[in-house]
């Protein structure tokens, strides 16, 4: 919460903190010689394991040596809010955000809600970031300090990962602590860490006797018994456990719970204080950036003698420019947990009032105000929710969804609601627990009503759980085709590209008919993303050059675009036409993000986009390494239909770099898996692996024999037509080899040369290229 901190003053330059010292050697190495370790370094350790109390010795040793601190930390209540953690650090060098280019001081301006205008993209912001630390530290060399990263929003999170990789060699160092529980930043790059153990029996001791002096034998042995070398319960258990209450051991409580011991320290510590500062600190408990102190009318004109009170306590810090930092995070929890509901009701209230202009902080503290059903804040924060998938924050996407349904008055509302909250949960998320569990809530609400939200995430979840492509395909064209249905544009939109996706895995006349008579229907109502898709996949080879002017379009605005589902349908279309290699970098950024957000779903089908895209460009090793990793998420989390693709991927590489026992090994298992599934596409992906790995061992007859195979035989056109695109080339070579050696490239019953230029002309595209 606090944004700068000039330091104490009253502390050593080096500073004692006991069992400590290997830690703060390092510490001291990073802030004395930025190039050695790159001027970056995470503390990682459970709470209370003495993270926060290192943070404040750097911050005295970056005193001491002329250096200014910048410091945030990470908020639970604003894990949801986009740049809320770059918003803390950053705001104490606002006056030079104009001294940077044009375009640097707008996106810090609107990134941290000092503008206007749309959201710049990711880089941007974190070049401006980089840029504004940089300009600071030429007066003044700094360390910017950022305690409980596990909080911090995704956005903030991915900006400060970006400046920490960067700051060797300058005048600007970064230092972190996340909790064992959270991800630290050095997961996100190349950023040094160090784990914080806890204490020793030895140092355990040496510390209650620094902290303690007179502290009784028996309780000394008790509390390092029941610390297990926590710095901080063995700080602050000693003060409850005075000689008087508890003279000798056999007095002692039986159990210490650890945590609701620290908890209840922090909250004696609160109700100590009155009650105006009690309603001060829950303000800025909740609000989380320190914001609210600029505002007299919520926090009242005697806010300063309020803060000089807890500080006194020992709740908070306030430094000259009047940020506060809670002690410790379970301080600021136990503020939160000692005010009763209606308390906490009417500080959300106050803080909304005074956040107009940032509607996504607006509506979580109107939520968190509202007593009952109000559809008017469940319609703000399905909105939010809309705006954090558009800023590529699923899960903050999920979360305001599913918060939305529960404020919606109307059942059918929030049962829509909470399949949509599904429907980005089992899309990108991959959590498919919390699918089957918002599902089952929404059916209850349903009560027989035919809901195009419900069937579109129940129709992902059958698809993508047990790949039961017949009981999808039902569910979604029974709801598209139900009389009387008012669906919006964006359930429709959802609906049809589900319902893409069962179509081309099924292949067959009886589900591709029903799909594009409905794409039909809706047309009036679909994006054009969604028409380019009904017509690729209906014949690669024969798209329009419109339609292929659009996809370029789409295909070139991608490169500032941050929502992955729009990355991953775009690319879907891409892999039909041959422009993958165009999608390299936004497919490899969502991957990036993906992981790291959790949103197993998006990550994998970037994972199986990147096998596609890395086969054709001949990186054939990155082609299996991107399909191991995809096989061990899909199959951790139960993405059942994502897995064959990915063992066909792997085969195919393999087959591609001669492995043929590898190449061959899974394909057996896909044909009995494909078929009673119904999911008619996956055999012809088999032919394919079959036909190069028969090339590459010179076995011409069986390449032509298996190349033939592929191609409608009861399907629609479509993938296969696709696949016969892909393996035309190799069809040639084993027709021309196989004559050349003096033996009948088709014998008798088999396809002949008739049946190859039947398919050349079948699948003539004028934008095909030659294929791996």
């Not at 009886?510 to 014949?539: A, H, Q």
Request: proline share 6%.
């Amino acid at each position: 919460m606090s944004a700068e901190h000039p330091g104490t003053g009253d502390r050593s330059a080096a500073p004692s903190l006991t069992g400590r010292s290997s830690a703060l050697d390092l510490i001291k190495t990073v802030i004395d010689d930025t190039a050695r370790l790159g001027g970056s370094l995470t503390l990682f350790g459970d709470p209370g394991v003495g993270k926060s109390a290192l943070l404040d010795a750097a911050a005295d040793l970056a005193q001491a040596g002329g250096m200014r601190t910048l410091r945030a930390a990470g908020a639970q209540f604003e894990a949801n809010i986009a740049f809320a953690g770059l918003n803390q650090l950053l705001v104490p060098l606002f006056p030079l955000f104009s001294d940077l280019d044009p375009d640097h001081d707008s996106a810090l301006r609107v990134a941290l809600g000092f503008g206007e205008g749309a959201t710049p993209s990711r880089i941007l912001i974190s070049t401006a970031a980089l840029s504004v630390l940089l300009l600071a530290a030429r007066e003044q060399p700094l360390v910017a300090i950022i305690d409980d990263a596990q909080w911090l929003d995704d956005a903030s999170a991915d900006v400060l990962s970006f400046v920490a990789r960067r700051v060797a060699g300058t005048s600007v160092r970064m230092l972190s602590a996340v909790r064992t529980t959270g991800q630290p930043l050095h997961t996100r790059g190349d950023v040094n860490s160090l784990t914080i153990h806890p204490l020793d029996d030895a140092q355990s001791e040496a510390l209650l006797f620094a902290r303690h002096p007179d502290l009784a034998e028996h309780m000394r042995r008790r509390i390092v018994s029941e610390a297990q070398g926590n710095p901080l319960a063995l700080v602050e258990l000693p003060t409850t456990l005075t000689p008087d209450r508890y003279p000798t051991a056999d007095t002692l409580p039986t159990v210490l719970p650890l945590t609701e011991r620290l908890t209840r320290i922090f909250t004696a510590r609160i109700a100590a204080l009155t009650p105006q500062t009690r309603d001060l600190l829950l303000l800025l408990a909740l609000d989380g950036s320190g914001q609210v102190l600029s505002d007299e009318r919520v926090v009242g004109p005697d806010a300063a003698t309020q803060l000089d009170l807890a500080e006194r306590e020992r709740v908070i810090t306030v430094d000259s420019r009047h940020s506060v930092v809670f002690r410790h995070p379970l301080v600021r929890s136990a503020v939160v947990e000692l005010a009763r509901p209606e308390q906490r009701r009417q500080a959300h209230r106050a803080l909304a009032n005074c956040r107009h202009s940032d509607p996504g902080h607006r509506a979580w503290h109107l939520a968190e105000a509202s007593f009952g059903p109000d559809e008017e804040v469940a319609t703000l924060l399905q909105h939010e929710s809309i705006q954090a998938l558009k800023r590529g924050d699923p899960s903050a996407a999920v979360a305001a969804m599913t918060r939305s349904a529960d404020l919606s008055p109307d059942p059918e509302h929030r049962s829509q609601r909470l399949a949509g909250a599904a429907y980005f949960a089992a899309e990108v998320m991959g959590d498919l627990q919390s699918v089957s569990q918002l599902l089952s809530d929404a059916r209850q609400l349903d009560a027989g009503v035919s809901s195009l939200a419900t069937a579109s995430a129940a129709a992902s979840l059958m698809l993508y759980s047990d790949a039961d492509v017949i009981s999808a395909f039902r569910v979604l064209t029974t709801a598209l085709q139900a009389p009387g249905l008012e669906p919006t544009a964006e359930e429709i939109n959802a609906a049809i590209w589900v319902l893409s996706v069962i179509a081309s895995l099924n292949g067959r006349k009886e589900m591709w008919d029903p799909y594009l008579e409905l794409v039909e229907k809706y047309r009036g109502k679909l994006p054009e993303g969604v028409l380019i898709r009904s017509e690729v996949v209906s014949n690669p080879a024969l798209v329009s050059p419109q339609a292929l002017h659009t996809l370029d379009q789409e295909i070139a605005a991608l490169t500032t675009e941050l929502d992955p589902g729009q990355i991953i349908r775009v690319g879907y279309v891409a892999n039909d036409v041959d422009r993958l290699a165009d999608l390299r970098e936004p497919l490899l950024r969502v991957w990036q993000d993906a992981a790291r957000t959790g949103a197993v779903a998006a990550v994998t089908n970037a994972l199986m986009l990147l096998c596609a895209e890395s086969y054709l460009a001949g990186r054939w090793d990155d082609t299996q390494r991107f399909a191991e990793e995809g096989l061990e998420r899909a199959e951790s989390y139960g993405y059942v239909n994502f897995v064959w693709f990915l063992h066909y991927s792997k085969a195919l590489a393999a087959a591609a770099l001669g492995q043929q026992e590898e190449a061959e090994e899974p394909l057996e298992e896909m044909l009995a898996w494909s078929i009673p599934r119904q999911a008619f596409i996956v055999p012809q992906h088999v032919y394919r692996v079959r036909t190069l790995a028969a090339i590459g061992r010179g076995d011409y007859e069986t390449a032509y024999t298996q190349a033939t195979k592929i191609g409608p035989h009861g399907l629609e056109p479509g993938t296969a037509r696709q696949l016969q695109l892909f393996v035309a080339y190799d069809l040639v070579e084993a027709a021309v080899r196989e004559t050349n050696s003096g033996q009948p490239a088709c014998p008798a019953g088999r396809p002949t040369r008739r049946t190859y230029c039947s398919l050349r002309r079948s699948c003539r595209s004028p934008h095909s290229r030659p294929r791996g």
